[in-house]
């Protein structure tokens, strides 16, 4: 009976009373165990399974209700047939234990994809108007700023997913006119099919986590842009206008039937969001621009200016979005003044003297580190000292070497990647290894002195030598936090 149940299901975009459904759960981490509440609560079987031994699980949240396999590493496909499959982003597509549980399951889904359909049997079928941001850099701040916009309005806002807790968590509090903000990973994307965001945008993409895909960029920038694949009349749908490896989905978009809105920052197209140097524009048609704000006002009433070309990246992101979910303009206009960026983000340090130090421990990539890098201005005669370096995860190298030898002055170097960086640098430019993270502070600031910039941008993860990126902000924040008291006294 359950087999048949699971069959009409999975060709259905609305699941509200589960009773004789059953569920496979893989993973027990946050997202799974919101997953496996949710189906219960519905009426579910749910088959919860995962690697870890039950004692390594922290599953105090669990519903008592989902039975729970554990310690199952090496053991293969685990699961029922049949089953509705429930599946962890960290779970890769290319290797045979996917593919093992793909063949046992009736569906396979990722918890997003869950989430859409769970929610879709409220508000009289329809659910709640979601953003999705997707991409390899700025997800969270777009994210978050658009988050702001909206609530500039006067909109409730739930920002859930990769940014936070997961979405299956809110369905139950959700209030009827409340817009759901979700920043959305291209492995969760992978186990989407029927998922429809009100508005989505994919920021950008570059060589990130290609182990997830097997080494295939292609395959990645695909699942990045299926965000838009179930997306139709009344949608909108941003694509970043600047980025090459974008360009045939663009092309694409050229005919959909969604409301597509390229943005560039290299000018202001025909139709769409740009940058004419100075403000942000959208275009309605190449004679019919609306100013949205001034790069100079971007945070200008936040806790700091927000600096960076990147950043207006997201912040004409942000602004496509909320214009796609019908934001007044003066909402718009004055969120992009109003905005502070999130911690770790080209984050003010502190000073010791004439000295600046910048936290932008988020940029775990070479992407973002060299949007970091460029963000710097500096005064005459100022020098530039960028920290970077940490854990490895295969990427190349090659542009953040040559960007770093055009605008730091000296590198410092941490972490398991500080020789494969090395290498990449000009033999001309002083770099310098380091092995920790006070020593790379006091030692950043000897070589800025007189005047300039400490720039913290790894261009890494951070598990060699730190819990988190976020950890890793923390350690360098504290440690220019002792070297100013350690200096005046």
């Known amino acids: 009976m359950s087999q048949e149940r699971n069959a009409t299901l999975a060709h259905s975009a609305v699941w509200d009373d589960l009773t004789g459904a059953s569920f496979t759960i893989v993973g027990l981490g946050k997202s799974g165990v919101s997953a ?105 701040t777009t994210t978050l700023w658009l988050a702001h916009l909206l609530e500039q309005a006067g909109q409730r806002v739930v920002v859930a997913g990769n940014i936070g807790e997961p979405l299956c968590d809110f369905l139950d509090t959700m209030a009827a006119d409340d817009v759901v903000v979700s920043e959305i990973s291209a492995f969760q994307l992978y186990a989407c099919s029927l998922f429809r965001p009100r508005a989505a945008v994919v920021t950008n993409v570059a060589e990130d986590h290609m182990d997830w895909f097997g080494g295939d960029f292609a395959a990645y920038v695909a699942q990045k842009v299926a965000v838009g694949r179930a997306m139709g009349f009344g949608d909108t749908f941003l694509i970043n206008g600047d980025d090459p490896d974008l360009q045939p989905h663009r092309d694409a978009q050229q005919s959909s039937k969604v409301n597509y809105l390229p943005f560039s920052v290299l000018g202001v197209p025909d139709v769409g969001l740009g940058f004419d140097g100075e403000r942000l524009v959208w275009a309605l048609a190449p004679d019919a621009h609306v100013e949205l704000g001034w790069f100079a006002e971007l945070g ?113 170097l941490l972490g ?45 993860a951070s598990f060699d030598m730190f819990k988190s990126y976020a950890h890793r902000g923390d350690v360098f924040q504290d440690a220019v936090k002792a070297l100013a008291a350690a200096v005046g006294r």
């Open 36 to 140: 496996a509440n949710a189906l219960v609560k519905r009426g579910a079987d749910v088959l919860a399974i995962d690697d870890q031994p039950l004692d390594r699980l922290n599953l105090a949240a669990l519903d008592p209700r989902v039975t729970v396999q554990a310690g199952l590493a090496g053991s293969g496909p685990i699961g029922r047939r049949g089953d509705l499959f429930v599946v962890s982003p960290g779970l890769m597509p290319h290797t045979p234990r996917y593919k093992g549980l793909a063949a046992l399951a009736t569906l396979v889904v990722s918890e997003v994809e869950l989430f859409y359909r769970l929610d879709r049997a409220a508000n009289h079928g329809l659910g709640h108007p979601i953003a999705a941001i997707t991409g390899t850099d700025g997800k969270t």
């Open 300 to 412: 200008r009433l936040g806790k700091a200016p927000i600096l960076g070309i990147h950043n207006v990246e997201n912040a004409l992101a942000a602004c496509g979005l909320a214009l796609g979910l019908g934001t007044p303009l003066a909402a718009i206009r004055r969120g992009l003044q109003t905005f502070s960026l999130p911690s770790h983000r080209l984050e003010p340090a502190g000073s010791i003297g004439n000295v600046r130090f910048v936290d932008d421990s988020k940029a775990t990539n070479p992407h973002a580190a060299i949007a970091g890098l460029e963000a710097m201005t500096l005064r005459p005669g100022e020098k530039l000292v960028w920290i970077g370096g940490g854990s490895e995860k295969d990427s190349d190298f090659a542009q953040l070497g040559e960007v770093v030898g055009q605008r730091a002055t000296h590198a410092l």
């Open 416 to 460: 398991q990647t500080a020789e494969r960086i090395a290498a990449t640098l000009p033999p001309t430019l002083p770099t310098e290894r380091c092995v920790s993270m006070q020593e790379a502070v006091a030692r950043g600031l000897q070589l800025a002195a007189p005047g300039g910039i400490v720039l913290l941008s790894p261009a890494c």
